[in-house]
């Protein structure tokens, strides 16, 4: 089955240590994303990438940092920078390509930083 | 630039009661609109879409959502709720013609249906 697949579910940090958040498609889609969840609020957009080797920041990129290295890839590195680290954080593709279609997600990862 | 408004924070209906979860969009050319459905603890499913076709768009589960450019509305009907339905919902706009595929999301309707 095609989709998106983020690892792991549940993670824990202690406060000063970089994190990697896993994300990873099947879709065969050139563009993906990444957004912060808080409880109570709407999405909002870290990163995103229309092509392998680019990718440009979004509204509340400060304290993260990602890489497209191959078209099916796209981790997120949340670094001992971001002052709230803690929140619900989902991974999404679409298929890009200069038009605007709709975006598929991943199941989350909430990271916990104590 | 494109905006979405969600009326209501959070709803709350009885279980076979119509549902209507309401939203409003901006935007400065012909929009891509959306409607999503988040259960607790999960990502986002895309429940329906316009894209300039059918003003009426039936999605999954039962719901469908009426496209009205003189009300830049977008609301989302199910004529008689489920228990299941329950669940975070969220409207979203994304430009029929940008170069950058992004789409904004509004700040979620939570409904809660009650027995």
């Known amino acids: 089955d095609g989709g998106i697949t983020q690892s792991p579910k549940y993670l824990f940090r202690k406060e000063g240590q970089n994190v990697t958040l896993s994300c990873e498609q099947n879709l065969n889609h050139d563009a993906m994303y990444w957004y912060r969840q808080d409880p109570g609020q709407g999405l909002r957009l870290i990163y995103y990438s229309q092509i392998v080797n680019d990718f440009q920041k979004g509204d509340i990129a400060e304290g993260y940092s990602v890489s497209r290295e191959k078209k099916e890839s796209f981790p997120l590195t949340v670094t001992s920078a971001q002052k709230n680290p803690t929140a619900f954080y989902l991974c999404?593709?679409?298929?890009?390509?200069?038009?605007?279609?709709?975006?598929?997600f991943g199941p989350g990862t909430r990271l916990t930083v104590t | 630039a494109q905006s979405v408004t969600q009326l209501g924070s959070h709803v709350s209906v009885s279980e076979g009661a119509l549902v209507l979860l309401r939203c409003n969009y901006s935007s400065s050319v012909p929009p891509y609109l959306f409607w999503y459905v988040q259960y607790p603890n999960q990502g986002l499913q895309l429940l329906l879409k316009?894209?300039?076709?059918?003003?009426l768009v039936k999605g999954i589960n039962g719901f469908e959502a009426e496209f009205k450019k003189s009300e830049t509305s977008f609301h989302l009907t199910k004529p008689s709720a489920h228990m299941s339905d329950a669940a975070e919902y969220f409207c979203a706009v994304s430009a029929l013609y940008s170069s950058a595929s992004k789409i904004i999301f509004g700040s979620g309707t939570r409904l809660s249906i009650r027995p």
């Open positions: 316009y894209t300039s076709a059918a003003t």
């Open positions: 999404a593709s679409s298929s890009g390509g200069g038009r605007t279609y709709e975006q598929y």
